[in-house]
């Protein structure tokens, strides 16, 4: 019942493997599930170079199975399994298939070569039975042992440095087909860094990991170095336990029968320790390894997974969404172009008003000021012809100064505006044809000569005679009182002075009159210049404003139009692409709570452990 359970979960991961197109992993799980339905408990002995594995391997099952010596004994690994004859065979694979994925097993059309028992140091050392070109092989020595007999496996491995070098050994030394891994260590030193990587690379992948310190008969305080060891696996974080043991004294004792010696040695721990393990094999073991497996599996599925995720995550943020985003901030910025550029354009208008008015009144002030000047000692009955020649040509020339200053302020105006579309790009200025009119002197009022009183010549002979009568009547008054007549030569010729200096003052008076009128009748026409000269203004700048206006909403409505139907593809096409991701996105999220359930339930089998990080909270 309890196999049925592991199957099941084993046979899941299979089918999960295949349902993600993981031809891989999927051979990988096959070859564990032919693995753990084997009865036969599969050891495999790993370390560096002469820490004793060979040795180890002997004093296991009491037989002298494997080459031992100073040099370098074990090339090609040894499988040591029970046979009724002893035998010895060198399994050689055929050359690699390219496409082959690594780490498969070796094919049933493996070459197998017997070996002679006395020759089996040199077929272990690759000297004997080994074909140069082909594929890995390994050593298969064949013992009637009554370990073996049970179903121990052992697989003596050659030294290294690098568990990676093992792989290169072939499949037989591949920690991923045991179902024990033995790591030799001699008590003549702590765990190396190399031999600490070593366990932490095989104690990932493998549920069932023992150090063995080897040599203690050499070390007086082997106690001691299996304390550090042990304190150092527990900083490492590696779940190994370590049995002290000594196969000299093992192989000594089991020539003389010692209990109490073999007892010494420490293998009787180590030999319950692979008994316990023969038998819970289908049990313990085998949950432990499908939890293993799980995790790989599980690991390598979910990462492909995670970055598809991420990546739909990314084409979010630069996909249709984007260009989405992108048209809604279009919208919005028109929006706010148009608000603008009507402020702009009511703003600028209105100050071209103010100014064209201040400019044509400054410009008729100065006309009225030179007036006021000019007849202020000229009579006008004398120099109206040229006075009213240069009236003219001033008020045309200011009509035409004013009227350019007009265009050039509403090409400015015009300017403005369309600086607020500058970020569309393009020529959005309205066709420009305000100039200013040739006809213009023909367009103003004609000024009317005002009336002047003229002095006479009848007007001068009646003031002067008034200005007379008085003065002669006055000095022939008092010279009467000489006793001289009335008119007398000194009565008359006051009465000539008198005569004169009233036609002198009344000429003077006519011409302050005539002046005046004169000033009076250019103001006048200069205010009549200026209010009809500003109510053209005025309708000339309303037409440039209606027009700037028309043009730039028409711009502003083709530009609304193209945005428009951009923000309608956009949002189209971010539509279809958001359903798209979604589903994509769902199938990604339940593939992945299929695989953390498939991992809890595969922990539940082997205790539990903490989830794999590739998967994470999403999972």
Known sequence: ?????????????????????RGDLLQTVRQKRVQLLDPRLRVLVIGESHQGKSQLVNAIINAPACPVGDGRTTV??????HAEVPSATVVQAPPATPGRPAGTTVPAAAERIPVPLDQVAAGVAGTLGRRPGAGPAYVEIGLSRALLGAGLVLVDTPGTDEVAALGAAGPAAAPAGADTVLLVSDSTRELSAGELTMLLHVARSHPNVVVVQTKTDLVPDWRAVAERNRQHLADAGVPAPVIPVSAALRLRAAVGDDRELNAE??????????????????DRLARAAVGVIARTVVEQLAAPLRADLASQEAEEQSGPIARLHAAQREVDELRRCSTRWQNTLADEMADLLADIEYDLRDRTRQILRMVDETFDAADPLVSWDDFQDWLERSLVEAAAANHEWLVQRCDWAARRVAGNFARYGGDVLPPWSMTTPADLGDRLPDIERPNIDRFTPT???ITGMRGSYGGMLMIGLATTLAGLPMINPLSVGVGALLGGKSIRDESRQLLRRRQSVVKTAVQRHVDDFFVRIT?????AARQVQRMLRDHFTALTEELQEAIIRSFRSAKQAADTDAAVRDQRQRELRLKMTRLATLFEQAQQLAGARPAPASLGPRA
């Open 535 to 539: 109510k053209d203004r005025r309708d």
């Open 265 to 282: 040695s420490g293998f009787p721990v180590l030999i319950a320790r692979l008994q316990r393990d023969l038998a819970d094999k289908s």
């Open 1 to 21: 019942m309890i196999a049925a359970i592991w199957l099941d979960v084993l046979d899941e991961i299979a089918r999960t493997c295949s349902a993600h197109g």
């Open 76 to 81: 090609l690994p040894t499988v040591v399994q």
């Open 459 to 461: 007007q001068k002979v």
